[in-house]
C-alpha cells in the first residue's frame, strides 16, 4: 500500500525524529494531554476528551487560527483510539489522490484497521471534492477530522458540515506561549537570550501562534550572544511578524465589524485600535471610508449631520493627499464618529418607509399636492386647494400630504440626543399646530 501514498505524510507511528528537525517538530506533544492551549476540548469535560475516553470519533472540523495544534491533535487523536492515521493537505492534492486514499482506507478496513483521515486546509477544497468525502465518512471507510483557518460555515458544504462536529481551537493565551518556551529551553538546556522585557515580545509578537513563537526562540537559540537582548534589541534581531489577515475572508469581516460596533458603542480608543489593525495589515482606505460613511448615517444620523459631512471631507483628503499622509484624515473621521451622540431613528425611519411602501405602494397622493400642467388635470382637481406652506404664518401650513386611504403615518422617530433633540422638538411643534387647526 506504500506506494498509494507517495507525497503524504506517513501513517502513525510518527517517525523519530533527528536532532537537526525543527524545534517545533521536536516539541510536538506526544499525548493529548501535553497539548497547550486547547484545555476546552482535550480535557476530561471537552468534547475531545469524552470521545476519547468513550474510544470512539465522530468526524469533526478542527477551526482555529494558525499554529494552535489542529494537525498535533489529528494525529493523537489516531494514537489515542487505535486508528490508523492518513494525512493529506488540500493544497497538494486533487480527486485522484482522495480516490487512492479511500481505495487504500477501504482495502485498511477489510483487515480491521478503520482510519482517520486527516485533510490540512480542507476549506481549499471545492463543493465538489467536498461532496465526495460524503459516502466514505457515512459508510464508516473513514473518520474524517478537517484543518481548517476559516470559517466552516462560510467555507463548507453544508452536507459535509451536517456529519461533523466543528471543534474550535483558541489562539494561544499567554500562559500556553509562555508554556511553549519553558518546553523550548528544556529541549535546548539552556535559557533564551532574553531579558524578561523582551521575552514579553516575543510572546506578543507570536499573536498566538506556537509554531511561529517555537520558529523564532530556534533563531535565537541559533546564535551566540554578548548579553541578553532588550525589546529594541529583539526588534532590530527578529523579522517583524506580519498581522494575520485575508482582505476576503472572516478576518476582514471580523474586524470590520468590530470597528463598526466599536464606533456605535462610542469607544473611540477600542474603534482606532481596530481601524489601525486594518490598515497596518493592508487594507484598502476607501473600503474603510465606505464603511464609516454608513456609520455615520446608520448610528449618528440627525444626531449629529456633520458626521456625514466629516467621513466626505476625510474621503476627500485621502483622495488628494494619498497615503500615508490622507490616512490621518480617516483617524479623524473614525474618531469623530466614536465620539458623536449617537441615533438610528433615520436608519429605523427608512426600514418602516420602505415596508410601508411596499405595502400600499400604488395609492395616489391628495389631489391638492398633484401638479397640474394641463387644463384637464386642473378642472378634475389636481392641484385644488393647495397651501403654499411660505405663504402661510411661519412658515407651515398644517396641510395634509397622504394618500387619501392612509391615515398619516409616523416613520422617523428623533431621539433625545445631540442636533436630533431640536429637531424633536420642532416636529413636537409642528404637530401641535396641526392638531390646533383640525379642532
Not at 481549499?124 to 478537517?146: H, K, S
Not at 526562540?217 to 511578524?241: H, I, K, W
Not at 418602516?352 to 386642473?378: D, H, Y
Amino acid at each position: 500500500m506504500a506506494d498509494l501514498f507517495a507525497g503524504f505524510e506517513p501513517a502513525t507511528p510518527a517517525p523519530e525524529l533527528s536532532a537537526d528537525a525543527p524545534l517545533a517538530d521536536r516539541l510536538r506533544p506526544t499525548t493529548l494531554d501535553s497539548v497547550v492551549g486547547q484545555e476546552h476540548l482535550t480535557g476530561a469535560d471537552g468534547a475531545i476528551g469524552r470521545m476519547v475516553a468513550a474510544g470512539r470519533l465522530s468526524s469533526m472540523i478542527l477551526w482555529g487560527p494558525p499554529g494552535t495544534g489542529k494537525t498535533t491533535i489529528a494525529r493523537l487523536l489516531a494514537d489515542a483510539v487505535g486508528l490508523r492515521f492518513a494525512p493529506i493537505s488540500a493544497v497538494f492534492s486533487g480527486v485522484a489522490d482522495l480516490k487512492k486514499v479511500f481505495a487504500a482506507a477501504r482495502d485498511h478496513a477489510r483487515l480491521g484497521q478503520r482510519t482517520l483521515l486527516f485533510v490540512d486546509e480542507i476549506h481549499r477544497f471545492n463543493r465538489a471534492q467536498q461532496d465526495g468525502f460524503l459516502p466514505y465518512v457515512e459508510d464508516g471507510t473513514v473518520t474524517l477530522v478537517g484543518a481548517t483557518t476559516e470559517n466552516p460555515s462560510f467555507e463548507l458544504n453544508a452536507a459535509l458540515l451536517s456529519r461533523a462536529q466543528v471543534l474550535i481551537l483558541r489562539r494561544l493565551g499567554d500562559t500556553a506561549l509562555r508554556q511553549l518556551l519553558a518546553r523550548a529551553e528544556e529541549e535546548m538546556a539552556r535559557p533564551l537570550p532574553l531579558d524578561e522585557a523582551a521575552r514579553d515580545a516575543l510572546i506578543a509578537s507570536a499573536d498566538g501562534d506556537g509554531r511561529f513563537l517555537l520558529n523564532q526562540a530556534e533563531t535565537l537559540f541559533s546564535v551566540s550572544l554578548d548579553a541578553p537582548l532588550d525589546p529594541a534589541g529583539l526588534s532590530s534581531f527578529l523579522q517583524r511578524r506580519v498581522a494575520v489577515y485575508d482582505k476576503d475572508r472572516e478576518g476582514h469581516y471580523n474586524l470590520i465589524s468590530a470597528l463598526h460596533k466599536s464606533i456605535r458603542g462610542s469607544d473611540p480608543q477600542a474603534a482606532l485600535y481596530y481601524l489601525a489593525r486594518m490598515l497596518t495589515a493592508g487594507e484598502e482606505p476607501l473600503f474603510l471610508l465606505r464603511r464609516l460613511v454608513r456609520a455615520a448615517v446608520e448610528d449618528i444620523g440627525m444626531a449629529d449631520p456633520q458626521a456625514l459631512v466629516q467621513c466626505l471631507a476625510a474621503k476627500d483628503a485621502y483622495d488628494f493627499l494619498g497615503s500615508p499622509e490622507g490616512e490621518l484624515a480617516i483617524v479623524q473621521a473614525c474618531l469623530y464618529l466614536a465620539t458623536a451622540p449617537k441615533s438610528n431613528a433615520a436608519y429605523k425611519a427608512q426600514k418602516a418607509a420602505w415596508r410601508s411602501a411596499k405595502e400600499t405602494g400604488s395609492l395616489m397622493p391628495p389631489a391638492n399636492i398633484l401638479n397640474a400642467p394641463t387644463k384637464l388635470m386642473k378642472q378634475i382637481g389636481y392641484g385644488k386647494d393647495y397651501a403654499y406652506d411660505h405663504d402661510a404664518e411661519d412658515g407651515f401650513s398644517g396641510a395634509n400630504y397622504w394618500p387619501d386611504e392612509l391615515p398619516p403615518q409616523r416613520f422617523y422617530e428623533p431621539t433625545a440626543r445631540g442636533f436630533e433633540k431640536r429637531v424633536a422638538e420642532r416636529l413636537a411643534w409642528w404637530d401641535e399646530r396641526r392638531h390646533a387647526d383640525r379642532d
